[in-house]
């Protein structure tokens, strides 16, 4: 199951709201972050985007990440857990058909938006199918 949310205001921050879904929901998620830069950045904002809760996470190279239902990755041979997949990056994962679901998280910038064309454009021509839900109406 291959999911696009367009239409976000904040990337990080919609990641974040989806990570503490997720973990709410007792679902196992590893978030591609494709950059050692772009991984810390969410790993900051998750310890700071909600006063009232906290979403259990560490980097995959972290001793508990495979006790952990949030694990931030950069790197293919990191992954722990195959139930659901964040994608932050800009290139369809190579690994992302290990999982049972992908969620691609697609802002209003409109180099963004082009390059989640692209991706969506790999993904339906392997013969997955998407769905798509506009997050300004949600």
């Known amino acids: 199951e291959i999911e696009f949310l367009w239409n976000v205001d904040g990337k990080v921050a919609c990641a974040c709201k989806l990570a503490k879904e997720a973990d709410e929901g007792g679902c196992k998620l590893v978030v591609d972050a494709p950059t050692p830069e772009l991984a810390d950045r ?15 996470h560490v980097k995959a190279q972290h ?20 139930e ?34 692209e991706r969506l454009k790999f993904y339906k021509s392997r013969g997955f199918e998407i769905s798509t839900e506009d997050m300004a109406t949600r």
Do not use: K
């Not at 001793?63 to 195959?82: C, G, K, R, S």
């Not at 964040?86 to 938006?113: C, I, K, M």
């Open 84 to 117: 659901a997949l964040l994608n932050l990056g800009d290139e369809p994962p190579a690994f992302f058909s290990r999982f049972e679901q992908l969620r691609e998280v697609v802002s209003v910038d409109p180099d963004d938006r082009s390059r989640a064309r």
């Open 63 to 82: 001793p508990l990440a495979a006790q952990t239902p949030v694990v931030i990755t950069t790197d293919a041979d990191e992954l722990l857990h195959h």
């Open 42 to 56: 969410f790993d900051r904002e998750l310890w700071t985007f909600s006063q009232l809760s906290f979403v259990p």
